[in-house]
């Protein structure tokens, strides 16, 4: 087997690897730009066309396109794969390389299966033994999805530690995250491209040749950008020979080892309580945002694709003037509760823009919403990062990872619900969207309400010895 540009001999001996430079991180952040633009397309593009231009019901359109998140615990068997079954001598680079082909891949066959869904519907004019079949099939091709998704995204988290050491992690992990935020921009405006010349009124087969050649093409860029991203980082900086011994990785977790730890102590089970709330609080208007564009603002595919654009930007000026100028001053916990007042107002900025019918109004709203996202992001992965004993910082995150995971599945389903509800309550359809922002208003209030009950004083004075009994209890 090589290792790389190093001799054998050298890697055994353990003489220093090369470190990852800066042109190396960003390179690594391609393969996160490309998960960016591919949850364009999926929370973006084939939830409005299903919704909206089909009138596939939200709860059914949202709920199968959640089963990708319903499957993350999937990505810890793809880590311990991934462990202790390398392909042609590499522990994570075939893995990535074949999960990003895999999803990719079943992208387009979920938008075919839609356009069958809407067909079954037409014919029959409503929902149909055929209509209910293409619908699970709908859910299985998206939980086929998030498996080929975990198969990859696990892989390459691994990746990122096997690369890097203590004190450039940081810096790796921030420059690859901040790369998704950009793959979500440059997502909405290529697809916005691609699909402007469909209007609200395109019949169906104009429509279905746009968005088929749409994920044709950018699936296929998305693909290069993950072989550009890794080809050879593996073979040059992996210390992962070097590190095999060490026990719980994040990557090695299971779900119960992960249960446990997290509630391991009455300050944990309250953050991630905080943590559950607050992420589905979040992302309820994931699925039903493209949808209030086009019925509410009268706003075509290529506009409401663009709405991504505006979280997108908005989240990254977010992330990054909080961790550099206000997490800084106002410290972590209060700046995690001022992200969640500031997403409170912004959802009533985006019930207001729907009751003047503004456009304009609705995109400014959605970039303070994004800000307000990532201030809440930073300030509350600082403050995870604060309540966790060093020694199980990796079970901890995974465990966090998990959960964040099925909050967003929960958030998606969860909005296409209370959509559904709105629309069975009420005549007027900016009413029933309203619905959704103020179940989530309602969510940040309470998540702010649990964040004030977190005490990182009392973690640090009893939860790393309780979390220490789990990690002794696993090992014995």
Same mark, same amino acid.
């Given at each position: 087997?090589? !290792?790389?540009?190093?001799?054998?001999?050298?890697?055994?001996?353990?003489?220093?690897?090369?470190?990852?430079?800066?042109?190396?991180?960003?390179?690594?952040?391609?393969?996160?730009?490309?998960?960016?633009?591919?949850?364009?397309?999926?929370?973006?593009?084939?939830?409005?066309?299903?919704?909206?231009?089909?009138?596939?019901?939200?709860?059914?359109?949202?709920?199968?396109?959640?089963? /990708?998140?319903?499957?993350?615990?999937? @990505?810890?068997?793809?880590?311990?794969?991934?462990?202790?079954? %390398?392909?042609? $001598?590499? /522990?994570?680079?075939?893995?990535?390389?074949?999960?990003?082909?895999?999803?990719?891949?079943?992208?387009?066959?979920?938008?075919?299966?839609?356009?069958?869904?809407?067909?079954?519907?037409?014919?029959?004019?409503?929902?149909?033994?055929?209509?209910?079949?293409?619908?699970?099939?709908?859910?299985?091709?998206?939980? *086929?999805?998030?498996?080929?998704?975990?198969?990859?995204?696990? %892989?390459?988290?691994?990746?990122? =530690?096997?690369?890097?050491?203590?004190?450039?992690?940081?810096?790796?992990? $921030?420059?690859?995250?901040?790369?998704?935020?950009?793959?979500?921009?440059?997502?909405?405006?290529?697809?916005?491209?691609?699909?402007?010349?469909?209007?609200?009124?395109?019949?169906?087969?104009?429509?279905?040749?746009?968005? &088929? @050649?749409?994920?044709?093409?950018?699936?296929?860029?998305?693909?290069?950008? !993950?072989?550009?991203?890794?080809?050879?980082?593996?073979?040059?900086?992996?210390?992962?020979?070097?590190?095999?011994?060490?026990?719980?990785?994040?990557?090695?977790?299971?779900?119960? /080892?992960?249960?446990?730890?997290?509630?391991?102590? @009455?300050?944990?089970?309250?953050?991630?309580?905080?943590?559950?709330?607050?992420?589905?609080?979040?992302?309820?208007?994931?699925?039903?945002?493209? %949808?209030?564009? *086009?019925?509410?603002?009268?706003?075509?595919?290529?506009?409401?694709?663009?709405? &991504?654009?505006?979280?997108?930007?908005?989240?990254?000026?977010?992330?990054?003037? !909080?961790?550099?100028?206000?997490? %800084?001053?106002?410290?972590?916990?209060?700046?995690?509760?001022? $992200?969640?007042? $500031?997403?409170? *107002?912004?959802?009533?900025?985006?019930?207001?823009?729907?009751?003047? #019918?503004?456009?304009?109004?609705?995109? +400014?709203?959605?970039?303070?919403?994004?800000?307000?996202?990532?201030?809440?992001?930073?300030?509350?992965?600082?403050?995870?990062?604060?309540?966790?004993?060093?020694? !199980?910082? *990796?079970?901890?995150?995974?465990?966090? +990872?998990? #959960?964040?995971?099925?909050?967003?599945?929960?958030?998606?389903?969860?909005?296409?619900?209370?959509?559904?509800?709105?629309?069975?309550?009420?005549?007027?359809? =900016?009413?029933?969207?309203?619905? =959704?922002?103020? =179940?989530?208003?309602?969510?940040?209030?309470?998540?702010?309400?649990?964040?004030?009950?977190?005490?990182?004083?009392?973690?640090?004075?009893?939860?790393?010895?309780?979390?220490?009994?789990?990690?002794?209890?696993?090992?014995?």
């Amino acid at each position: 087997m090589e !290792t790389g540009n190093l001799p054998e001999a050298e890697a055994i001996a353990g003489e220093s690897l090369p470190r990852i430079n800066l042109a190396t991180m960003f390179r690594l952040g391609l393969f996160q730009m490309g998960l960016g633009i591919m949850s364009v397309l999926t929370l973006g593009v084939i939830n409005r066309i299903a919704i909206d231009e089909l009138k596939v019901p939200a709860l059914i359109a949202a709920g199968a396109i959640a089963m /990708h998140q319903f499957v993350a615990p999937a @990505r810890v068997w793809f880590g311990q794969m991934s462990d202790a079954k %390398p392909i042609a $001598g590499l /522990h994570r680079t075939p893995y990535v390389w074949g999960g990003s082909i895999l999803f990719t891949a079943m992208s387009f066959v979920a938008v075919q299966v839609v356009w069958q869904l809407g067909q079954s519907m037409e014919q029959a004019g409503g929902w149909t033994p055929d209509s209910y079949g293409w619908a699970a099939v709908f859910g299985l091709v998206f939980s *086929g999805y998030g498996l080929a998704l975990s198969a990859s995204s696990t %892989p390459f988290a691994a990746l990122l =530690v096997d690369i890097s050491d203590e004190d450039n992690r940081s810096k790796l992990v $921030g420059t690859v995250w901040s790369m998704l935020m950009v793959g979500i921009i440059i997502g909405a405006i290529v697809s916005s491209v691609l699909l402007k010349q469909i209007a609200l009124d395109t019949p169906i087969e104009q429509l279905q040749a746009s968005v &088929n @050649r749409l994920f044709l093409t950018v699936p296929a860029i998305v693909v290069f950008l !993950t072989f550009i991203a890794t080809v050879g980082v593996e073979q040059n900086y992996s210390r992962y020979s070097q590190r095999s011994s060490v026990a719980h990785r994040e990557d090695k977790i299971t779900l119960g /080892h992960a249960l446990r730890v997290l509630t391991a102590s @009455r300050q944990t089970g309250i953050f991630f309580s905080f943590l559950l709330v607050m992420s589905i609080s979040l992302f309820m208007q994931d699925a039903v945002m493209e %949808p209030y564009g *086009g019925e509410v603002f009268g706003m075509p595919i290529a506009e409401t694709t663009k709405l &991504n654009a505006f979280f997108g930007m908005g989240t990254l000026i977010g992330i990054s003037l !909080t961790g550099f100028a206000i997490a %800084p001053r106002l410290g972590k916990q209060q700046t995690t509760k001022i $992200g969640c007042i $500031g997403v409170s *107002g912004c959802l009533a900025l985006l019930a207001l823009a729907g009751f003047v #019918a503004e456009p304009s109004m609705l995109m +400014g709203a959605l970039l303070l919403y994004g800000f307000g996202s990532g201030v809440i992001t930073t300030g509350a992965i600082s403050l995870m990062l604060d309540l966790t004993a060093a020694e !199980t910082a *990796g079970t901890f995150i995974g465990a966090w +990872g998990l #959960a964040q995971a099925i909050a967003r599945g929960l958030a998606t389903v969860t909005g296409g619900a209370v959509l559904d509800l709105g629309r069975a309550i009420f005549q007027s359809p =900016v009413l029933a969207y309203s619905t =959704v922002f103020a =179940v989530q208003y309602v969510g940040m209030i309470s998540a702010v309400a649990l964040l004030r009950r977190v005490n990182a004083v009392e973690f640090q004075a009893n939860a790393k010895q309780a979390i220490a009994a789990v990690m002794e209890g696993e090992l014995d």
